[in-house]
């Protein structure tokens, strides 16, 4: 029989919500023990999802700018890739922060088991391997995992997830990617960049489905001059391993070809919740009918000792909803009278350009029937676009028609994940789109931009002309012709 060791809280899953929510809760003087699958805490975003894949899109950066600096006048010699070097800088900054995280376990006097863990009834985790654990509260935050389809499931070392994809074992001559989703373009943005031939083949009508138009085309402008090719209403019917690498049959509208052979394949359909296999029913907590646990606006699940949090729980997979939800959590567990009501939860696409949005979009709103101003400025009429050689940018912002609130605001160009957490200020703090506009930002800079699409709304542009709408005109006062 395993050891029995008794413990105020476990939380099972050491990603960023799973080492938020231990955290906090060591510091308000709770006994904490966070069981982790991995050695060190960190969780699929630090150790094989959002970190390393943000440090090979800065390495992607760095020689996307050597390559447009041509139109400067500066002229570097073509670029030689150490992939060995690379990799182990990467290897080198994930083992930094991942060791940090440690020492912060320690320091906290929280005890850190690594193995998998499964509920056995509403009170006990038994760890593989290890001891079980006698809780009195348990947070579950075990993330999620890519989908795999049968179709793709072939055996072959040419056939990749994100995490393969992260390894960067070598650089593929050509890699078709299934998938036009976020993952799909951030990789292929840095294969791409590193010399491979990519296609990508999207099965709806457009890249990045449910992002709104106006920014994802930006974007897909500037990758159908990177991309090989980029075909959308497609779909990868299957996939053989042949002589030298893998041949997909594909099916679709205008299609050339319908097959091709590639050296790699890349499947990035999306990630489901790592819910499996956790004695969840064992534990009397319910799970929908796709797998994600249910809770209320405490993060409780259907067991009140048990909460879930992150990609588990549903709702946006990112990193950051996970850690104010742990957060939450432990709010919860030591008496606040916490809910989780976010106005704005900030999502971005770390390709070239980068897009990022909060709050309500476009798309949303045309789906709810709901009207609403937007105010667009384009960064064409930003001059510190213009010096940055990257006027292929835009910046709106959605506000409430009557009460000029802003509801939702989404940017695309370079910086566009720093912008938007003033987006998320404005969204969260109920502004009306004017206190943007009277906001002085500092010139010349991106930021810019925020507060000349407020100003679109209220006729106090000065780098573009919007024409006067008819509730704007001033009384007694002739109308240029």
């Not at 139109?71 to 900054?93: N, V």
């Not at 949005?357 to 798309?363: A, I, K, M, Q």
Request: glycine fraction near 12%.
């Amino acid at each position: 029989m395993p050891d029995l060791h008794e413990t105020q809280l476990v939380v099972l899953g050491g990603g960023p919500g799973g080492y938020a929510a231990a955290f906090l809760a060591a510091d308000r003087g709770m006994q904490v023990t966070l069981v982790d699958a991995g050695p060190r805490p960190g969780g699929v975003c630090l150790h094989t999802g959002c970190i390393p894949s943000k440090i090979l899109l800065h390495a992607a950066e760095i020689l996307a700018s050597a390559e447009d600096a041509a139109s400067w006048g500066l002229t570097f010699a073509r670029p030689q890739i150490d992939l060995a070097m690379l990799r182990g800088k990467k290897d080198k900054i994930v083992d930094g922060l991942s060791a940090h995280l440690l020492d912060l376990c320690k320091r906290r006097q929280v005890t850190f088991i690594t193995g998998r863990g499964k509920l056995t009834d509403s009170r006990t985790l038994e760890i593989e391997g290890g001891p079980q654990l006698r809780f009195q509260h348990c947070i579950v935050a075990t993330g999620s995992v890519p989908i795999r389809l049968p179709a793709f499931d072939i055996g072959s070392r040419r056939v990749l997830d994100s995490a393969d994809a992260l390894k960067l074992e070598d650089i593929p001559s050509s890699l078709l990617i299934v998938g036009g989703g976020y993952i799909g373009l951030e990789m292929g943005t840095v294969y791409a960049a590193l010399g491979s031939k990519i296609t990508v083949v999207e099965m709806t009508g457009g890249l990045l489905p449910g992002v709104d138009n106006d920014l994802v085309r930006h974007l897909a402008t500037r990758l159908q001059t990177r991309f090989t090719k980029i075909l959308l209403n497609t779909k990868v019917e299957k996939i053989a391993e042949v002589d030298g690498g893998i041949r997909a049959t594909f099916a679709g509208e205008n299609l050339a070809e319908n097959e091709a052979v590639f050296d790699k394949v890349l499947v990035a359909i999306g990630r489901r919740p790592n819910s499996a296999n956790l004695g969840l029913d064992k534990a009397g907590v319910a799970v929908d009918e796709r797998g994600f646990i249910k809770v209320d606006a405490q993060r409780r699940t259907s067991n009140p000792n048990i909460f879930a949090i992150g990609d588990v729980a549903g709702g946006p997979m990112l990193a950051h909803k996970a850690s104010h939800e742990g957060k939450l959590a432990v709010m919860v567990l030591t008496g606040e009278p916490a809910v989780w009501e976010p106005r704005a939860i900030p999502a971005v696409v770390f390709t070239d350009p980068e897009i990022a949005w909060c709050g309500l979009t476009e798309t949303d709103a045309k789906k709810e029937k709901r009207e609403v101003k937007v105010g667009r400025y384009s960064w064409a009429a930003s001059g510190r676009a213009a010096t940055l050689g990257r006027s292929d940018g835009l910046t709106k912002i959605l506000v409430d028609p009557t009460s000029d609130q802003v509801l939702g605001v989404g940017l695309v160009g370079p910086g566009a994940a720093e912008l938007i957490a003033e987006g998320v200020v404005a969204v969260e703090m109920g502004a009306v789109s004017k206190d943007l506009a009277l906001c002085i930002h500092p010139h010349p800079t991106l930021s810019e931009t925020i507060g000349a699409a407020a100003e679109t709304l209220h006729g106090l542009a000065t780098d573009i002309f919007v024409r006067r709408a008819e509730s704007r005109k001033r009384p007694g006062v002739k109308e240029p012709t």
